[in-house]
């Protein structure tokens, strides 16, 4: 990443930085996994109309215990630009400072 600085007070102390560069992104696992002891299966999107329980567990069971491996729905390597604007501040001399971050985009 290149980073650019421009003191604005405190005699250069504080400065705002923008910086932007390259990415490389390799996926190593994409799995998710999905547990529920309490089973609620529901006729409506807002989850106000429950099906009873004792009409769900013969087909479902009570809880969902499962693993979701997606990994070959999903690209597999990532190419792209990013960036970030903020403000530092150096606490000692020998560089230490402070960073906040306002935007970072990838």
């Given at each position: 990443?290149?980073?650019?600085?421009?003191?604005?007070?405190?005699q250069?102390?504080?400065?705002?930085?923008?910086?932007?560069?390259?990415?490389?992104?390799?996926?190593?696992?994409?799995?998710?996994?999905?547990?529920s002891?309490?089973?609620?299966?529901?006729?409506?999107?807002?989850?106000?109309?429950?099906?009873?329980?004792?009409?769900?567990?013969?087909?479902?069971?009570?809880?969902?215990?499962?693993?979701?491996?997606a990994?070959?729905?999903?690209?597999?390597?990532?190419?792209?630009?990013?960036?970030?604007?903020?403000?530092?501040?150096?606490?000692?001399?020998?560089?230490?400072?402070?960073?906040?971050?306002?935007?970072?985009?990838?």
């Amino acid at each position: 990443m290149l980073k650019f600085r421009y003191p604005l007070a405190m005699q250069g102390r504080m400065k705002l930085f923008v910086q932007a560069g390259p990415f490389l992104g390799f996926m190593v696992s994409a799995k998710q996994s999905a547990r529920s002891e309490n089973l609620g299966v529901y006729l409506d999107p807002l989850g106000s109309l429950e099906i009873p329980p004792s009409l769900v567990r013969p087909f479902f069971g009570s809880g969902i215990d499962t693993v979701i491996d997606a990994k070959d729905d999903l690209h597999k390597f990532n190419v792209g630009l990013q960036g970030g604007i903020g403000i530092s501040f150096n606490i000692t001399e020998n560089g230490v400072s402070l960073l906040k971050e306002a935007l970072t985009t990838g």
